[in-house]
């Protein structure tokens, strides 16, 4: 046993020398000044706050006193640019430059809050200061997003210092990779990317299939619309998907590890690589990792963008150099993948999952959850949604609880319709169920599928068939090209729904539909074409009035579809304030002064401009026959 | 044993054991268990691709459908290859396939055609504009190209697929326009001395008489009337077709040798026994069907025949008509007949067809003429009497028949009356065999008895086709019969056994269309040619774009109701070009070779709710330029074959990928020509394309010569070679490596030098230094090149190097090599030295030639390298000898008087040669291992040697610096610069460009010629041109080299499409 008391106690050691790492340790009871430096912060003026804040400290001379931590996505990304002040907590949405002064002065000099910039409750109406108790935070339940908007995600010495690497560590002075695996077997973790394969079953067959090299992979190619877990947890705390993939890959066996990630994540591919330095410079990553003995190191492979490259075999073809086609299985990649060895794939999220689990245990993960599905899922909740952002809620929460509680509901006065859940290669699900609970199998069932989290609502001025058809003409384009069902089928299922859309649907185009979205999902040959006609068939399944009004009365319900629909000027109503015959950008509109006006239905684009800045709601839209019959005449 | 070691597994597949080898897939197990899976995707000797989806199985325990070819056999596995749920999905994905496919297999014209026509052929040629080629693919089934191209019914261009996009293509027309703008001629093969009549100048006979003539055999053609052509001539009107056409159309059977004897009827006048007895080796009856059959109308007595009225009116005899006309019947002779009655002054014609509208006997073309110039029509009813007042009729009294899927039966109480005070009949026509009709076995419909494939009577050598066999029916079935005949009557002169040919081909035409294809090769030559395949149309994708129908231009409509003149008046060339470029070319060159084909027949794939107008269809432009391989991605089911045969079995990766989703094609990269992607032209990409995307081109193979005067080492003609034909030799590996060598020796001149960014000269120069290793003294005649690498006190001259003046480089040159001999020969001197002098155009064109013309004719060792750049270019750019005319230069300026110099270049290079030196050869910098072997061959010649080598100027050509190699490359590819050498008098091009470039692009990129470009000095440029065009065609005689056009006929024939 001397030999194991040893090792541990060497991986203790090594352990040890790296929390003298250089940078910034965050401290909750400390002085600062929290930046979300994630993406959509970033994109609505991180910067111009950070220089703001800077400048304002430095004016009264508190730069060395109070620190400015620019740490990952906060998740409330509708509310960007968010600052959080410590020690007492104090969430500020959206502020302007102009606003910095006030917020310092109120809340870093004085104990006050600045009352009128402070978030409001969508309902209530009431102004709250702390962003714990935000229903948006309060209502989550943060395990992979823990440290996100905590730490500086360029600091390898703050991920360390709350708790970071200890579950390698762990690990590694143990010394036992089966029972890693059995771990992970027991707290029931299932991959995240969409397919939910239990992740300890993956791990064995790699693990049993002998080769002299092994692979081990992270799937950051998220390419759904409207998806953004992996970026930001990437971009927030990147250690925290190393550290899974360490003990991964300890667990598997494997010598080398890709992060295959796409290449439109700017931040989250720098941060990944200065995270990967802080770790290989501490002896995290490279040879004998701890002192431990074991090697392992991780390559960044950016990717040009293609949706289907998050396919696991077109994901390694893509790094093997040629183009990102799937290819049939078997083999499997845990027999025969990236270039012919075994290789393990498992998305961001599954390995952020792993650390926690190693620390804490399968007993404490287990609590979390339904029968079948374990632990917490990220959503990243997006569209005519009051609070969009990121959302993780233990597994089995049902959609209302996130959509409604956590998400706020819908905008004023507008009604939920739908939700659009895993992407493009989901389903479409209406307001009847949305007391499903939110795991594998419920939503399989209901003919969606968990996928990789997008939520994308919708409220009643969608209409199902144009949405249903936007998303099949992504995964349309997006399609790789190589089996004819994927290429051909979903390409011409597309164009029966652009006639649709155009008036010119038959009713047996229903029936058509059906039964071509079964032939390409039987015959693709990877799951991009296995799901594509997800949206298609839970829309035709919850939603077939609204296929049956086209097709039927050449009628758009939502009013959305331009060849169905009509702008006419209420004449009662118009009171020719001339407003839509300046913002007509065709000139379509007429009239006097003081007098209703006209729109000329030749020229008319319906481009909604009209409506929109009518301010005595004046503009109509129709949508039926007549509509129809103008617009083939025209 | 172990599952590891394991190496038999048994499984079952369609409920069939078969036992395979363990990690074997089920698509190659079921393979050789005999069980085809079909499978267009899978290569041999790569992995799995499973793109095609057709390979599907349903596996026991698997819900999902497995795709064959990545299953693995297992113990116990169940397997089924062919379960409803299966093949309704590959009926599913074929859809898929074929809605993207813009190609078909087989044009349905050419089927639809009696003669069986290559329409998609002749109307290729037709858009091309070779209405020669067109007409002789007409001619190869139908001899009377312009004839038919105005009477045929047209059953071509209902069935044209180009009705799928637009309107069917104006097949008839096209032929017309073919045969009127092409006039025939009959080849005949060498004579067999056979003899056969012809009984019968119609259609069937003038066909089978030219057909006969064809093959050589002496043919007599007997007919009772005057003239040859039967219903042609005595039947069809005027208006339809012009005696003058019909004349000119059978003139070159006549002319071939044909004889016509007219006044001679069968059974009257000749018997088939008498024929034979006198001679003849076979004899053909096509007498055509004359003679109305018995009428049963009641009232028949006062009716005119339809034919005797045609007849009189062809032959200008006087046809008494009243003005209220009913015609009996409905094919071409009653239409004609009715035509005719309108425009001998009847007002009312009304014709009582048997048939309904939509399939009048005589076809759309004559039914809708009829209609037009006002014809009425009583469709569905047939004449049961004729009603006669005072002698005359009076009407005719009809019944409507009623048509319910069998045989038409009349309509209880539908008689009614069509007044007619004149009524002709045109039904029931029946041979008048006269006193032979003992002699032939005749029908029931009094019609003769032969086959169909050959027209072999019961009577031995006797054969018939035509009306006479048939009844009356459209002209063109019976030149098709007549051919038919003529193909028997030449088998059966070459005793072939006919009863076997016919007894094979009744087999055939009862096959399945696949088993047809697959079985035409066992049907022999004649066979083949007398087969008629029942294709399957499969329902394809087209992504053409419509385009309208030329219109025939016609006879005013006032005219067509009183005069005989021709009412169509044909189509133009251009609008039958226009016209014949809609076709789709709907044939397929791997017809019956195609895996989709195979699939799409097994499938029945002949409605497809996927193809849909509108709907998105590949398009892309076909790439035929390889010698080797025809590549029409329209056709391509994106199965990546090509790509992984190439990449993965044969190694040059010509093909891959482009585009995603629908738009994915497969391509060469950057869309370059199939030559430049490495291919090796192993074929193997052909071989494997389940489609006829990819095939080859039909060429004949011949052996190959390398030239190796024009051989530049470049090694590629060995590294290509798919069969190790080529090899290094000894020679060629000493040459390779002496070439690399003298690359290796770096240049005699030094950079720094001042002469202009873009000069040839300093470029001329380092590539003439490389042709030998041995020291070099260097004399400079003044100019840009001694000027300005020798700015005192620096040189760029690495070697010795002697100023001189402007007119006396040769001869400074001159003395100094001797003195070099002398002082060789006093051995105060051991080492070989090289003398060369550097003069420009200037100074070896004019200044300096007698110095140079001396220092030649004297014997020198030296080479004289003369830079032409064109000008006095240092000096301001003043003419020279060797000016272009037409070119700028301060001393030939643009203006009134004149544009560009006036007079030609002077030809130096033939000036040298006539000196009668061992070695002139004129070069360009662009190549320069052509250039270096010239320097080397030169220097390496004892005694005087001169190369010429264009030296682009950029500031005197007025052209950008940066083109100058490109300038100096287009001046050889335009013949302007020819390269070549001349060793010992002997003229050797050293290159030749696959195609002489014209002239003008290569002027328009330098601004001494602008002037060209403007009004008014188009003859200048001309001259050019032409001055370009003469020295070249002088030149290639010299060398012995064909002329342009057997250089691209030769070219050609060896494939070479660049």
């Known amino acids: 046993m001397a030999t194991a008391i040893s090792r541990a106690a060497r991986v203790e050691r090594a352990l040890e020398r790296a929390t003298k790492a250089d940078g910034h340790i965050s401290n909750d009871a400390g002085r600062e000044l929290r930046i979300c430096a994630g993406t959509a912060c970033h994109a609505s003026g991180r910067l111009a706050i950070k220089k703001a804040i800077a400048d304002e400290l430095e004016r009264h001379g508190l730069s060395d006193q109070v620190a400015i931590v620019e740490t990952g996505c906060h998740g409330f990304c509708q509310q960007g640019p968010i600052v959080v002040i410590r020690p007492q907590g104090i969430f500020y949405p959206q502020l302007k430059p102009r606003d910095i002064p006030r917020v310092i002065e109120k809340s870093v000099l004085g104990d006050e809050v600045a009352e009128d910039l402070l978030y409001r409750d969508p309902v209530s109406g009431d102004p709250v200061a702390l962003e714990a108790e935000i229903p948006f935070y309060a209502l989550q339940r943060r395990l992979v997003l823990a440290l996100n908007g905590k730490i500086d995600p360029h600091s390898i010495r703050d991920y360390i210092a709350h708790g970071g690497y200890r579950a390698l560590a762990k690990v590694l002075a143990e010394g036992d990779p089966e029972a890693v695996i059995d771990l992970v077997d027991a707290s029931g973790l299932r991959g995240r990317g969409g397919a939910g394969f239990p992740a300890a079953r993956k791990w064995r067959f790699t693990r049993a299939t002998q080769a002299e090299r092994k692979f081990l992979i992270c799937n950051a190619d998220e390419g759904d619309p409207g998806a953004f877990m992996d970026r930001s947890v990437l971009e927030g705390n990147p250690h925290s998907v190393i550290e899974g993939m360490l003990i991964g890959a300890f667990a598997i066996g494997a010598t080398d590890g890709y992060v295959y990630v796409r290449h439109e994540y700017p931040f989250a591919v720098e941060r990944l690589r200065i995270a990967l330095d802080q770790a290989r410079e501490q002896g995290l990553l490279g040879p004998n990792i701890l002192d431990s003995g074991f090697d392992f190191d991780i390559r960044v492979n950016q990717g040009a963008g293609a949706f289907v490259c998050g396919e696991e075999t077109a994901l390694l073809a893509s790094i093997e150099g040629h183009r990102g086609m799937p290819r049939p299985r078997p083999p499997y990649p845990a027999v025969s993948g990236l270039w012919g060895y075994p290789t393990n794939t498992n998305n961001v999220e599954t390995w952020a999952n792993v650390p926690w689990i190693v620390n804490n245990g399968t007993e404490a993960y287990d609590a979390m959850g339904t029968g079948t599905a374990k632990g917490t899922k990220i959503f990243s909740l997006t569209g005519k949604v009051t609070n969009g952002g990121l959302v993780e809620v233990p597994m089995g929460a049902t959609l209302r609880r996130v959509i409604f509680d956590i998400g706020g509901g819908m905008l004023p006065g507008r009604h939920f319709k739908a939700v659009q859940l895993g992407g493009p290669s989901g389903g479409c699900l209406p307001e009847r169920l949305l007391d499903t609970p939110i795991d594998f199998e419920s939503l399989i069932a209901s003919g969606s599928m968990m996928g990789s989290g997008g939520m994308v609502v919708v409220d009643d001025t969608t209409c199902m068939v144009d949405f249903a058809r936007y998303f099949l003409k992504f995964t349309s384009e997006e399609s790789c090209g190589k089996c004819v069902p994927c290429r051909v089928g979903s390409a011409r299922m597309l164009e029966i729904l652009d006639r649709i859309c155009a008036g010119q649907g038959e009713p047996t185009d229903l029936d058509r539909l059906q039964t071509m979205a079964d032939d390409v999902i039987e015959g693709s040959l990877c799951a991009l074409g296995g799901t594509a006609p997800n949206p298609v068939l839970t829309t035709l399944r919850y939603f077939r009035d609204e296929y049956e009004a086209h097709v039927l009365e050449h009628r758009c319900p939502a009013k959305v579809c331009r060849p169905l629909i009509r702008y006419t000027v209420d004449a009662d109503a118009c009171t020719g304030c001339h407003v839509c015959f300046g913002a007509c950008p065709v000139n379509a509109i007429s009239g006097e002064r003081k007098q209703a006006h006209v729109i000329n239905q030749k020229l008319c684009t319906k481009c909604d401009t009209c409506r929109q800045v009518c301010t005595f709601d004046a503009i109509d839209v129709d949508t039926g026959v007549l509509a129809v019959a103008e617009g083939r005449a025209s | ?1058």
Request: charged share 25%.
């Open chain 2, 1 to 1058: 044993m172990s599952p590891a070691t394991k190496t038999k597994v048994r499984f079952t597949i369609d409920g069939k054991a078969v036992s395979a080898k363990a990690g074997e897939t089920v698509l190659s197990a079921a393979k050789r268990a005999g069980i085809e899976i079909p499978a267009l995707c899978h290569q041999e000797g790569t992995p799995a691709w499973g793109a095609c989806r057709l390979c599907l199985i349903e596996v026991k325990g698997a819900d999902k459908l497995q795709a064959s070819c990545a299953t693995s056999v297992a113990d116990g596995l169940v397997v089924h290859t062919q379960s409803k749920r299966v093949r309704a999905k590959r009926e599913s994905y074929l859809k898929m396939y074929l809605s993207d496919h813009n190609a078909y297999c087989e044009a349905p014209c050419s089927s639809a055609c009696p003669t069986h026509i290559d329409i998609p052929a002749y109307l290729s040629e037709v858009a091309s504009g070779d209405m020669a080629a067109a007409a002789a693919i007409v001619r190869r089934e139908l001899p009377f190209a312009g004839i038919f191209g105005r009477i045929c019914p047209r059953y071509c261009e209902p069935v044209c697929r180009r009705g799928e996009v637009d309107d069917p293509i104006s097949i008839c027309s096209l032929h017309r326009a073919a045969g009127d703008h092409a006039p025939a001629a009959l080849q005949t093969a060498p004579s067999t001395g056979r003899r056969v009549a012809v009984i019968g100048a119609g259609p069937a006979g003038l066909s089978c008489a030219w057909y006969l003539t064809e093959t050589g055999h002496e043919v007599t053609i007997y007919d009772t009337n005057e003239k040859p052509g039967g219903m042609l001539r005595y039947s069809i009107p005027e208006f339809r077709l012009p005696e003058k056409v019909l004349d000119r159309e059978l003139a070159p059977l006549f002319d071939a040798g044909v004889r016509f004897v007219d006044g001679v009827a069968l059974g009257h006048e000749v018997t088939v026994e008498g024929l034979l007895d006198a001679g003849f080796d076979a004899v053909f009856v096509g007498v055509g069907a004359w003679h109305t059959a018995p009428s049963r109308i009641p009232g028949n007595q006062v009716v005119i025949d339809s034919l005797d009225m045609l007849r009189k009116v062809r032959e200008g005899k006087k046809v008494r008509l009243t003005e209220t006309v009913a015609v009996i019947g409905d094919g071409t002779a009653a239409l004609d007949a009715a035509r005719s009655a309108q425009r001998l002054g009847a007002k009312h014609v009304t014709v009582l067809a048997r048939r309904d509208a939509a399939s009048i006997e005589a076809g759309a073309r004559d039914h809708a003429a009829a209609l037009e110039e006002g014809i009425d029509f009583e469709y569905s009813v047939e004449a049961k009497r004729v009603k006669i007042a005072r002698g005359r009729a009076s009407a005719v009294e009809c019944v409507r028949l009623v048509r319910d899927g069998g045989k038409p039966r009349e309509q209880r109480g539908s008689r009614f009356d069509v007044p007619a005070t004149t009524v002709i009949s045109a039904v029931a026509y029946v041979p008048d065999l006269g006193e032979s009709d003992d002699e032939l076995t005749l029908s029931a419909w009094q019609t003769l008895e032969a086959n169909y494939y050959t027209g072999r009577t019961a009577t031995p050598g006797v054969f018939a086709a035509g009306d006479a066999v048939t009844g009356a029916k459209s002209a063109i079935h019976a030149i098709a019969g007549g051919k038919r005949a003529a193909l028997g009557i030449d088998a059966f002169l070459r005793s072939e056994d006919l009863e076997q040919v016919e007894g094979k081909l009744a087999l055939y035409s009862g096959l399945p269309y696949l088993d047809q294809l697959r079985d035409a090769d066992q049907l022999g030559e004649l066979g083949q040619r007398l087969a008629e395949r029942s294709p399957v149309w499969l329902k394809m994708g087209s992504a053409a774009e419509p385009a309208k129908r030329a219109t025939m231009p016609k006879l005013a409509k006032e005219k067509r109701a009183t005069e005989f003149v021709e009412v169509e008046k044909g189509l133009s060339v251009a609008a039958a070009k226009a016209e014949a470029a809609r076709c789709l070319q709907c044939v397929c060159p791997s017809l019956g070779q195609c895996d989709l084909q195979k699939l799409g027949v097994e499938y029945a794939i002949t409605a497809n709710d996927l193809v849909v107008p509108g709907g998105r269809v590949r398009d892309v432009e076909p790439a035929y330029e390889h010698p080797f391989i025809r590549r029409d991605m329209n056709r391509c089911i994106s199965c990546g074959r090509c790509v992984r045969a190439c990449r993965d079995v044969a190694g040059p990766a010509c093909y891959d990928f482009t585009g995603r989703g629908f738009t994915i094609q497969i391509d060469t990269p950057y869309h370059e020509s199939l030559q430049l992607a490495t291919c090796i032209s192993c074929g193997r990409c052909v071989t494997g394309c389940p489609t006829g995307a990819l095939t080859f081109n039909q060429r004949v193979l011949q052996g190959y010569r390398v030239d190796e005067s024009r051989c530049i080492l470049c090694h590629q003609c060995v590294d290509v070679c798919p069969v190790n034909a080529l090899v290094e030799t000894n020679h060629f590996e000493t040459a390779r490596q002496r070439w690399l060598e003298l690359v290796a020796q770096g240049s005699q001149l030094a950079g720094g030098h001042r002469m202009c960014a873009g000069c040839g000269a300093p470029i001329v120069v380092r590539q003439v230094l490389m042709g030998t290793s041995d020291p070099v003294v260097v004399a400079g005649a003044t100019g840009c090149l001694e000027v300005s690498t020798t700015i005192y006190p620096y040189t760029s001259w690495k070697g010795s190097y002697i100023h001189t003046a402007f007119e006396n480089a040769a001869a400074t040159l001159s003395g100094v090599e001797t003195a070099f001999r002398s002082l060789k020969k006093q051995g105060k001197l051991e080492d070989n030295v090289k003398f060369i002098a550097f003069g420009g155009d200037g100074g070896t064109y004019d200044i300096g030639l007698q110095s140079l013309s001396g220092a030649m004719e004297r014997g020198h060792h030296m080479l004289y390298v003369c830079y032409d750049n064109g000008a006095y270019m240092n000096t301001g750019f003043q003419r020279s000898g060797a000016t272009p005319i037409g070119a700028w230069t301060t001393t030939s300026p643009v203006g009134k008087a004149q544009a560009g110099k006036i007079q030609n270049r002077k030809d130096l290079t033939a000036i040298m040669i006539a000196h009668g030196l061992q070695y002139v050869a004129q070069a360009s910098p662009h190549d320069p291992r052509d250039l270096v072997r010239k320097a080397a061959k030169a220097l390496a010649t004892e005694g005087p040697t001169f190369l010429n080598v264009i030296s682009p100027c950029p500031r005197g050509w007025r052209s950008d610096g940066a083109e100058s190699i490109e300038l100096a490359r287009e001046s050889v590819n335009t013949c302007y610069w020819p390269l070549f050498e001349v060793v010992d008098g002997e003229y050797r091009l050293t290159y030749r460009p696959r195609q002489k470039a014209p002239l003008i692009p290569w002027l328009k990129r330098q601004g001494r010629f602008a002037h060209l470009f403007k009004p008014g000095n188009e003859e200048a440029l001309a001259n050019l041109q032409a001055w370009v065009d003469h020295e070249w065609q002088k030149l290639l005689v010299k060398c012995g080299e064909p002329s342009e056009e057997e250089w691209q006929e030769h070219l050609h024939s060896h494939g070479c499409l660049l």
